[in-house]
């Protein structure tokens, strides 16, 4: 009796504990809330979101954060459209055409590339990519979108790769070997079986790739140029959401409304990033690839 | 003839099709390694025992990196001490006593989306909390406590894979013995994990150590005179180290070879610290007797 009783206790206990994350997601949501919302007292929620223009500091001052939003979904387009060929490609050479040797050293080495701090591709933006750019297209400042774009496309290209070589190594070898069969050559197998039957998961890489990308502050706080206004052309500045709470917590006053208008930004980035893994959880229980056993 | 030349095409579609995929793996070793060259060439020449041994002198642009170093140590020790037991624990639930079902289901996306939580948000989460509202202040503690959030989900990720690897047939084997539940768990199934959970939070640790925007708000110090003396101080860290001397201050160009040095410092550290996991798990994969 006492031993069931032990049982029962630690599967309570246990439960707990797992139920960590969710209380934690739930904390994150209530602080966030709780030092953002008092910014609505000031600005509606639609001018928050959609004013064009950031100057927290001005008297009066302006709270609009769409220049914010544009600048963040623009070097987020632009890195995703260079990361995911380049991601795909290389998890298409890894998996399918590399050498054994090489494929045995690229894997690890690109997933210690995931690992590779932020801060330090940043400061590669700066201290290298910003001056090329600067002389080469003869600007007035290196630091803009297409710099933090390359960057950030470094910064996502080992976590796309990696995701997409484990779906496309997850593809059963019966459907490679029947693909032969039928006299296809290599690369129209690679094209029209191996990576259909791995889109769910290459797609779940390229979703968790552009919601890092929009998430990630050093890269976009050093070398995306800092302006907060709607750009004209690529070698714009901007001012991604990540960069301007980074930059300005430090000197808004306690509790200002500059304070609660910047977690008021954390909420809007949370609820986008929450929704682009929302989306990437559901696309890869809705489409999971299909075992040879039911075909 | 007509099949001839569609062979012939299909192989040139081939060829152009393998051109790409080689190119584009070219190129991504090509910019990486080329980034770490870099680093490593530059940095190399500022490494000495005192560059690691002694603290910043004559604001910043002299001395060593030392008590950045050690801060990075504290923050991250701090954070897997937090992280550790509440991943282990969650993970065991999730794949030992949870039965398949919606609850599992709320508690698996909601590891997924905090995995996905940026860190800056992680940041503001962290000041809101454990600064503001616990009024711990910037310090070791709301850092330390803040990071090992964050990596919870990368720690319940890799002991969930660890535990998930232990074949059936040892806990099968164990509860035939007439062992309880609890017992198969504590002396089967967590031994022959552990490796991959000892990967996990090594992988963890890289995290944390490399992170900036979790210890702006919660922890970093532009510069402490003195070293911590208990888990209610601020401390240096290398990332934030960088941070500020590659973007604020005066003295950026004269900074500029102590940015280099500990730009090494710190991608020597989480790299190294990353392949150590790497090399634990191919050795074990190997070893595996089953």
């Known amino acids: ?295 | 003839m007509a099949l001839q030349t569609s062979m012939r095409w299909r192989y040139f579609k081939e060829g152009v099709f393998f051109g790409l995929v080689r190119l584009s793996a070219f190129l991504l070793t090509a910019a990486l390694g080329g980034l770490l060259l870099y680093i490593f060439v530059n940095g190399l020449g500022v490494l000495s025992w005192d560059f690691l041994t002694l603290p910043p002198t004559d604001s910043m642009t002299k001395g060593g990196i030392m008590p950045a170093i050690l801060g990075t140590l504290y923050l991250t020790t701090g954070a897997i001490l937090v992280a550790l037991p509440l991943g282990i624990v969650s993970a065991v639930y999730l794949t030992e006593y949870a039965k398949q079902g919606p609850l599992v289901r709320v508690i698996r996306v909601g590891v997924n989306c905090l995995a996905g939580v940026p860190s800056i948000v992680f940041g503001l989460f962290g000041l809101g909390l454990f600064v503001v509202f616990l009024q711990f202040g910037s310090c070791i503690l709301s850092g330390a406590l803040t990071l090992g959030i964050l990596i919870l989900p990368t720690i319940i990720g890799a002991s969930e894979e660890a535990l998930k690897a232990v074949p059936q047939t040892f806990r099968e084997a164990s509860l035939a013995l007439g062992v309880s539940k609890w017992q198969t768990i504590v002396r089967i199934v967590l031994p022959n994990a552990l490796p991959g959970i000892l990967t996990g939070s090594i992988l963890g640790i890289g995290r944390a150590a490399g992170e900036t925007a979790p210890v702006m708000f919660t922890a970093a110090a532009f510069y402490t005179a003195k070293l911590p003396s208990s888990i209610f101080d601020e401390v240096m860290a290398l990332p934030f180290h960088i941070y500020v001397l590659a973007t604020a201050g005066t003295h950026i160009e004269a900074t500029r070879p102590i940015q280099f040095g500990t730009i090494l410092v710190l991608v020597g550290l989480v790299l190294g610290v990353d392949l150590i996991a790497i090399v634990i798990r191919s050795t074990m994969r190997k070893r595996k007797r089953w």
């Open chain 1, 1 to 295: 009796m006492t031993r069931k009783l032990k049982e029962i206790l630690i599967r309570r206990i246990f439960f707990l504990f797992a139920c960590v994350s969710i209380l934690i997601l739930g904390l994150i949501v209530t602080f966030l809330f709780r030092e953002g919302i008092p910014i609505f007292r000031v600005v509606s929620v639609k001018e928050f979101l959609l004013g064009s223009e950031w100057y927290p500091t001005f008297d009066p001052p302006a709270f609009g954060i769409w220049p914010l939003i544009v600048g963040s979904f623009i070097v987020t387009s632009f890195s995703t459209l260079i990361a995911v060929p380049l991601g795909v490609l290389s998890a298409v050479y890894i998996s399918e055409i590399a050498p054994r040797p090489v494929k045995e050293i690229a894997k690890p080495v690109i997933e210690l590339l995931a690992g590779l701090p932020s801060v330090v591709l940043g400061f590669f933006g700066m201290v290298v990519l910003a001056p090329w750019l600067q002389d080469t297209f003869d600007l007035p400042t290196g630091l803009n979108i297409v710099n933090a774009s390359l960057m950030l496309a470094l910064m996502a290209i080992p976590t796309i790769s990696s995701i997409a070589e484990d779906a496309l190594y997850a593809v059963p070898r019966e459907f490679k070997e029947a693909s032969y069969a039928l006299g296809a050559t290599k690369s129209e197998t690679i094209l029209k079986v191996i990576v259909p039957s791995a889109l769910s998961g290459i797609s779940t890489a390229v979703i968790l790739g552009m919601a890092r990308a929009i998430g990630e502050t050093m890269v976009v706080l050093m070398v995306a140029g800092g302006a907060a206004a709607i750009p004209e052309s690529l070698f714009d500045s901007v001012r991604p959401m990540p960069a301007s709470i980074a930059a300005e917590m430090g000197e808004a006053p306690f509790r200002s409304d500059h304070y609660h208008a910047l977690f008021a930004t954390g909420i809007v980035l949370f609820l986008l990033t929450l929704a682009f893994n929302l989306i990437a959880d559901y696309v890869s229980h809705k489409f999971r690839e299909t075992g040879s056993g039911t075909l």
